[in-house]
């Protein structure tokens, strides 16, 4: 599939996710209730009430076979992609960016989120034409919380080098974006806190 394809599956998947989530804004706010989704069923039909945080509930974010955590919005290099939960296997990273380490997104500490790097510009691509100072927004599908976050760090490391992984973030959260570059040779490596 090309990158068009691919980028159109994407869109089309969360802004499906999107509607739904605007019929969970749309209740009472006082309520915790989530929708559950029946997976056979459309994914704006709703099958019953259950008490859990609000968020989205877990049936509807499944993408490709792969359990969606959330969302990324990189507005300086038009990226939007689903953030799947976990880098289950080498293939995941032909369907969407991954959670390779660390908190759930948008909680206290670093999540390491990795993607391919393609000429094209798919997945992470563009991340080259990043500069500090631009903003990054991830969304938590299970929580319903969206955090921006602005990049401070961008820099090329040896293959093997995980030493950004574990950091203290002063009680924030922050995320890591990393990608291959130079034939697999080295990695690019963008950190951002919550702003």
Partial sequence: MNIVGLNKEASDYLEELERLNVSLDDEDNNSINTLEINASAEANEIV???ESPR???SES???KGYTVAGKIEMP???LRYPVLDTMTNANALEVSVCIQYGVPLNTVGNTVIIGHNYKNGLFFGSNKN???GDQIHITN???GVKKTYSIYSIYQTEESDT???NRDTGGK???TLITCQNNNKYRLVIKAKEI
């Fill in 76 to 78: 300086s290099v038009n």
């Fill in 55 to 57: 968020g989205i509930a």
């Fill in 141 to 143: 599908y299970a929580t």
């Fill in 130 to 132: 990043m500069k500090n």
């Fill in 61 to 63: 974010r499944v993408y």
């Fill in 173 to 175: 959260s922050e995320i």
């Fill in 163 to 165: 030493s950004f992984y």
């Fill in 48 to 50: 019953e009430e259950k």
